[in-house]
T-cell receptor
Framework: AQSVTQLGSHVSVSEGALVLLRCNYS??????LFWYVQYPNQGLQLLLK??????LVKGINGFEAEFKKSETSFHLTKPSAHMSDAAEYFC????????????FGKGTRLSVIA | DAGVIQSPRHEVTEMGQEVTLRCKPI?????LFWYRQTMMRGLELLIY????????DSGMPEDRFSAKMPNASFSTLKIQPSEPRDSAVYFC??????????FGQGTRLTVV
């Protein structure tokens, strides 16, 4: 079975500061890993995903994440926060084999202070 | 493609009434998922279909909830009778081989 833990339900950063949102996963098989973003009153939008290959994955809006198997982590980063980055961010995992749904973390709300 | 389309976007109903939520997945996708989002419980998977067949409905909270997928381009989630605790945002998502899920805009359900 898969599970996801997102550390910190709310993260606040200043505009221009580094964004770091933490995600740890548990999976008994090699995982696929995802980050989604949800803006107010919107659905979830894929930011980036790791399936195979390079462990540093780049996504939209300047975000990137690194898959670290030894740490079972997939933390999301962005060098410089922008006001438009304020949203809810969800980490998700699915097994690399088989046709089973994503398991989501509880989400982290990112606030950006001017 | 227009993406996953859900209707209605907002629904307000009285306790005891039947509610039907609708979803049109992305053309060509073979998996469809219904999720419920609340502040308390986060994003919960209710049920998912593969090739129009329900695969896992263990997340459906009670027998009051039912879901159907009569063809590859349409699915419904029905709550009968509805209760105030069903108030939430309900998302439909679709995917091809579950490598990633594409979400609709959601239906915000309020049961009064």
């Amino acid at each position: 079975a898969q599970s996801v833990t997102q550390l910190g339900s709310h993260v606040s950063v200043s505009e221009g500061a580094l964004v770091l949102l933490r995600c740890n996963y548990s999976s008994s098989v090699p995982p696929y890993l995802f980050w989604y973003v949800q803006y107010p009153n919107q659905g979830l939008q894929l930011l980036l995903k790791y399936t195979t290959g390079a462990t540093l994955v780049k996504g939209i809006n300047g975000f990137e994440a690194e898959f670290k198997k030894s740490e079972t982590s997939f933390h999301l980063t962005k060098p410089s926060a922008h006001m438009s980055d304020a949203a809810e961010y969800f980490c998700a995992v699915s097994p690399a084999s088989g046709n089973t749904p994503l398991v989501f973390g509880k989400g982290t709300r990112l606030s950006v202070i001017a | 493609d227009a993406g996953v389309i859900q209707s209605p976007r907002h629904e307000v109903t009285e306790m005891g009434q039947e509610v039907t939520l609708r979803c049109k997945p992305i053309s060509g996708h073979n998996s469809l998922f219904w999720y419920r989002q609340t502040m308390m419980r986060g994003l919960e998977l209710l049920i998912y279909f593969n090739n129009n067949v329900p695969i896992d409905d263990s997340g459906m909270p009670e027998d009051r909830f039912s879901a159907k997928m009569p063809n590859a381009s349409f699915s419904t989630l029905k709550i009968q009778p509805s209760e105030p605790r069903d108030s939430a945002v309900y998302f439909c998502a679709s995917s091809l081989e579950v490598t990633e899920a594409f979400f609709g805009q959601g239906t915000r359900l309020t049961v009064v």
